[in-house]
């Protein structure tokens, strides 16, 4: 059974400091995977996608894959009031044991809280 | 650009009946998957379709099923409703299968 796994939180961090948050996935078949952030009572917003091993840079956010270790991360740099939410783990190019492809696995996701 | 519209927002439902939820994805986009989001769960995927045809499929009951049209717009179907089924459901489109997926605002199905 194929699982992606995150710590729940909640994460606390002071304005103006880097978050990091961190996922592990089970399946070393894994292709793409993608960090979502979801406030409370909206739908999961798309803020970083990584392939390739290393990191990938996008303003305040970085994402770092570690195939090898299966692990895949996510740093908020200056972090914000507003980047406090639920950040979600997914990854896709896996397959179930029970055969056949499937779309995206999501971490429980993290619960973040920037403190001002 | 438009965004990824689903319909309806919210739904109240009695249990055994059945309900079709709506989704039209971000133009050009032409594959579209479904999500069941509830406290305990998470996000859980149901399956995905690209140029109408199902192309992924999650660990769903046969209950949950859905289709595409050629137009890329999406419809899913739950049939016989049980209480467990009180959800958000999240539809996302993608240029392709497996790609970067962008989300809707989501249906709430409460039943009761």
């Known amino acids: 059974q194929k699982e992606v796994e995150q710590n729940s939180g909640p994460l606390s961090v002071p304005e103006g400091a880097i978050a990091s948050l961190n996922c592990t996935y089970s399946?070393?078949?894994?292709?793409?995977f993608f960090w979502y952030r979801q406030y409370s009572g909206k739908s999961p917003e798309l803020i970083m996608f990584?392939?390739?091993?290393g990191d990938k840079e996008d303003g305040r956010f970085t994402a770092q894959l570690n195939k090898a270790s299966q692990y895949v991360s996510l740093l908020i740099r200056d972090s914000q009031p507003s980047d406090s939410a639920t950040y979600l783990c997914?990854?896709?190019?896996?397959?179930?044991?029970?055969?056949?492809?499937?779309?995206?696995?999501f971490g429980k996701g993290t619960h973040l809280i920037i403190q001002p | 650009k438009a965004g990824v519209t689903q319909t309806p927002r919210y739904l109240i439902k009695t249990r055994g009946q059945q309900v079709t939820l709506s989704c039209s994805p971000i133009?050009?986009?032409?594959?579209v998957s479904w999500y069941q989001q509830t406290p305990g769960q998470g996000l859980q995927f149901l399956f995905e379709?690209?140029?109408?045809?199902?192309?992924n499929k999650g660990n769903f009951p046969g209950r949950f099923s859905g289709r595409q049209f050629s137009n890329s717009r999406s419809e899913m179907n739950v049939s016989t409703l049980e209480l467990g089924d009180s959800a958000l459901y999240l539809c996302?489109?993608?240029?392709?299968?497996?790609?970067?997926?962008?989300f809707g605002q989501g249906t709430r199905l409460t039943v009761v």
């Open positions: 996302a489109s993608s240029l392709r299968v497996n790609t970067e997926a962008f």
């Open positions: 399946d070393r078949g894994s292709q793409s």
């Open positions: 990584i392939y390739s091993n």
């Open positions: 997914a990854v896709t190019g896996a397959r179930y044991s029970g055969g056949g492809a499937d779309g995206l696995t």
């Open positions: 133009s050009g986009h032409r594959s």
């Open positions: 379709y690209f140029s109408e045809t199902q192309r």
